[in-house]
């Protein structure tokens, strides 16, 4: 444990201590102007893990395009071999996963290009039948589209 942050919690505890000491402690706004007030960045590692967390659900990223007639998804995954990604859908669910493993030699003094394993979970805007929903690779764009089911609205009548 860092002394040096303890001695600096000590010392913010104190001018919090008062006879509503804990129910100011649990208070969410009092926590987030506490936070705000006083900086207490994450570690190193939890802003890692975080910043993981974050880049894997958010990869790859995705553009959706509803025309009258399909639905178009446009999926970045430069660096990747189509090979290496696979796809499935289920009703308003795309599922897409992919692996590569391709190192480059060398300490990275900057490494802001996503590599490795990756799934997403992709809502679609309207349900998808597999062997109608078409998928290409191309320049590190994978182009998903399928067919509109429901091309009109219709009126339901009221009994």
């Not at 936070?35 to 207490?40: A, E, I």
């Not at 007639?69 to 499935?88: F, H, M, N, P, T």
């Not at 669910?93 to 992709?122: D, Y």
Request: cysteine-free.
């Amino acid at each position: 444990m860092d002394m040096d942050k303890f001695l600096q919690w000590m010392e913010l505890a104190k001018k919090y201590q008062s006879s509503n000491f804990w129910s100011e402690i649990f208070d969410q706004s009092s926590f987030d102007e506490f936070m705000k007030n006083n900086d207490f960045a994450r570690t190193d590692s939890a802003q890692a893990g975080a910043e993981v967390r974050k880049q894997q659900s958010d990869f790859p990223p995705t553009d959706i395009y509803v025309t009258d007639s399909e639905v178009i998804l446009i999926i970045d995954i430069a660096g990747y071999r189509k090979e290496e990604i696979q796809l499935s859908v289920s009703g308003t669910t795309l599922l897409i996963k992919g692996f590569n493993n391709r190192m480059i030699p060398g300490e990275p003094v900057q490494q802001e290009r996503f590599h490795g394993a990756f799934e997403r979970v992709i809502q679609l805007p309207e349900p998808a039948y597999p062997n109608q929903t078409k998928a290409k690779f191309n320049n590190g764009l994978l182009i998903v589209s399928y067919r509109r089911q429901f091309l009109n609205e219709e009126n339901v009548p009221i009994e």
